[in-house]
């Protein structure tokens, strides 16, 4: 079993940086992707960016050039650094690990991102 927990969200203004980072316990192997997604009111949840165990990483157009995330593999960490932030990055963000042989999807609980002035 695999728990997640996100922290670092909060209420920021347009323009602003905010770092999330999520905490994974549980058995972690070198081959599941962890990353974050998000999901605003009345939206779908999206991808914003994922990353490997051994540093590969994927963005979502939207957040190309403007948040980072990084994975710390011997602590279990993820982080993502968000700059540049704007209003339509207010959402739910969730962090993800997916575990590629068994196609299935661990969540964490969620942390509230709002940029507004």
């Known amino acids: 079993q695999v728990q997640l927990v996100e922290s670092g969200g909060g209420l920021v203004q347009p323009g602003g940086s905010l770092r999330l980072s999520c905490a994974a316990s549980g058995t972690i192997f070198s081959i599941d992707v962890m990353g974050w997604y998000r999901q605003a009111p009345g939206k779908q949840r999206e991808l914003v960016a994922t990353i490997t165990s051994g540093g590969s990483t994927n963005y979502a157009d939207s957040v190309k050039g403007r948040f980072t995330i990084s994975r710390d593999n011997a602590k279990n960490t993820v982080l993502l650094q968000m700059n540049s932030l704007k209003p339509e990055d207010t959402a739910v963000y969730y962090c993800?690990?997916?575990?590629?042989?068994?196609?299935?999807?661990?969540w964490g609980q969620g942390t509230q991102v709002t940029v507004s002035s």
């Open positions: 993800n690990l997916r575990r590629p042989i068994l196609q299935y999807d661990y």
